[in-house]
């Protein structure tokens, strides 16, 4: 194999030499070049001097042709060759360093990422030189490296046409491919070279700076056994792909191989039989390995009898993803057997169909188990003996049990299944379809404190359901509107994950008083009662983000909350997850889609007592400005003397009396007053009902008394001949005999008439107390019926004459006697006079 230590070496030693450069015409770089076992056997010697003689010699010929031109140096075309490579090489080692200094400040490749693979080439000057003359001879942060994986040909009477066929040969696909030491790959390809021209010289990776090796097999591809030498020596971690066979031989090798340096070893992608699986396994587990994994496994001639592994091993883990059975006539409790009793402390068996898992024989040192993605029912680990479920009690050192995505039903028959687990602390169970019968009881090993029921079918009793030592709890996605109270305390619970469920609102601490964390994603929370955080003295982070918030007024205090949890001034210290960009508005439909921190909720619409006083301070602000107003204004004197009128004139339309109910009368209303008021009745009353202005037929003792009877028949005969009393009242009024004798009459007459045939008119104010006893009826009257109040105001006095016209007219069918009499006595004028004329 070619080094490069002794290429460095002639460049070193040409560097020394005092010869010249001469390069005749029949003379090629490539013979030089090509004939790589020349090159090599004369690196590390100087040029012949007989061969310089002849140089000099040739020169001195030629010395009259180059006259002009200074004197050459004495070199060789390899010298020309070594002084190339050398400045390739330190072009090479300059980029290179580079490269060092700047992948500080790029960002390295994610962990596990495979960048494009670098190529190894055979060996050979034109080779090297047709690599590095490349401008991206060296990317960044890749390495190429030179082996030799072709049987060495004699190449000292190689022809231009031979080496030409030696460099369409090389340019195909090589086999090997590596990842530099700034990665951590190595991936083999054996089968795109020919079996004939391939062979693996050993040795050959030990140049190779990298953590992992992959090498995937053709079709019947054979393993070669100083590739896996290499490999088990070299490489912490193997992985063999692709492979159908030779699995005796690698079970043989594993045996005889003394030093291991793999930790971790994969096969990917196999067809195997149970016998070279079990054997290969037996084998594994007994070297210095760590870690064992299968993926894409098909196993053949399962087993039909039981199996056993060895008692002890050094292994860590096994993994096994994805693995088929291509028959289904075996025993399966064998297959499960061999597996539950391996001597690991990791056991993973994922996305493959199996149904069941039995309980290992003896004590098992299992630490974790992993049956994510399976199709595990609830029996698992339980064997049926006479009829009855016999739980496994062989798993107590059994600390993490992963069952997730499998076909597991009923929580109180899982709790069962795992009672004897003694050391077991972290369970998973979710994406399965597990739900909880009330009516039974679940029996969990006290250790337990991480437990995951994510993505099932449970609903609210799930918490008198669950470990007593609990401390991290996930119940998410299940559907849970409310945690209850009447449980026992979960004392030890730190975090609590109920997102995507159906809660309504903030559950109460009082079942967890050491609540650190609380989740409530994705509920139906419209507006969280932040009064219900005091029951939670521990909390410190919550999360409510995703929910369909109304923002009103019962929002307030939590968006307050979250405003002071932003600025790191909550007195409850509690820390908001996803604020503000996952909380927003659903409803009122103006602010929908709004951040709740965006939103401005008015303080005076959701105090009770701002909006009182809101309310009632203009109110009461303007019913006192009208109160005073209207006093100012006589408002309410007005206001009750249009009620009268209206009433009046309602009385007078809905009450329309009878032609027979006015037989006799002759006037519209009989006037009682007192001597003393009689200038008022003269001049104020009297003018505005009478004649043209009222047009009503008043009728009062200083006109319609007649002379010779006596008072008390002048009153009854005028009360008499009158639909309606008017009764002017003041302090003289009730000192008159006369007047009390009026009302009395009056007040028969309106037995006869009705109620409304006696109307009051108040000419100035009369307090109850100056009214005598004897006036009983007049106070009874003052009292329930509504009265005419004589205004000072000369602008008043219009409306008041207005409604006492109204009270008393009505159409009388007689006219008075006076009125006759002079009608009679103008038609006898007239006739004399027409008798005259």
Known sequence: MWRLHGFVGRVLHRYHGNNTLRLPQNHHVEDEVINSSAVLSTSRHPPDNRSQEEEDGERRKQRTFQSKYAEFPRYTALDAVGWGAAAVLFMQLCRRIHSQFSSSTEPSPSPGALAAPSTLHKCGYHILLEILSRHDVLPRGRNVLCLQGMLERQTQDQS??????????????????????????????????????????????????????????GHNQKIDRNLTADALSLFVEVEMMNMKDGYKDLSKQLRETVKIHTTSFYLTNITIKWQDLTEYVNVALNTTLKHLDASDVRIMQPPRNETEVIKTSQVISFTARQAVVTTFFFSQEALYNFFISMPVERVAITDT??????????????????????????????????????????????????????????????????????SLQHLDLSVNSIGYDQSLECIWPASITNINLSSNSLTDSVFQCLPNGTQILDLQNNQISVVPQSIFKLRNLSTLNLNANRLRDLPLCDTFPSLHKLLLRSNSLHAPSVNILESCPEL???DVSFNPFTCICTLTSFIKLAINSEKNNSQSGIELLNWPQGYYCTYPEDVRNSTLRDISIPEVSCSIGLLVVAILVPAGTLIISVVILCHCLDVPWYMGMIWQWTRAKHRARMRQARPEDLVGLEFHAFVSYSQHDVDWVRNSLLPNLEGPA???????????????????????????????????????????????????????QRLTLGSDSIVLVLLEPLPQYLIPSKYYQLKSMMNRHTYLEWPQDRAKQRLFWANLRAALQTDLPNAPVTQVQEHLAEERLEEGQRLIG
């Open 160 to 217: 231009p046409t031979q080496s030409s066929d030696s460099d369409s040969s090389s340019s195909t696909q090589d086999h090997l491919t590596a990842i530099s030491d700034h990665q951590t790959e190595l991936l083999i390809h054996d089968a795109l070279i020919p079996e004939d021209e391939l062979y693996y010289e050993a040795g050959s990776l030990e140049d190779v700076h990298a953590q992992r090796l992959q090498i995937a097999f």
């Open 540 to 542: 410190r982070t919550l």
């Open 353 to 422: 169909p199996i149904i069941h898992m039995t309980c290992p024989k003896s004590q098992s040192p299992i630490r974790q188990l992993d049956f994510s993605n399976c199709a595990m029912s609830d029996t698992i680990f339980s064997s049926v003996v006479d009829d009855k479920f016999v739980e496994c009690q062989n798993l107590r050192n059994l600390k993490n049990l992963t069952l997730v995505g499998n076909s597991l039903k009923k929580l109180e028959i899982l709790s069962k299944r795992f009672q004897y687990m003694s």
């Open 694 to 748: 009222g047009g009503l037929r008043i009728c009062h003792h200083e006109q319609h008394f007649v002379p010779g009877k006596t008072i008390i028949e002048n009153i009854i005969s005028c009360v008499e001949k009158c639909r309606r009393s008017v009764f002017v009242l003041s302090a003289h009024f009730v000192k008159s005999e006369w007047c009390h004798y009026e009302l009395y009459f009056a007040a028969h």
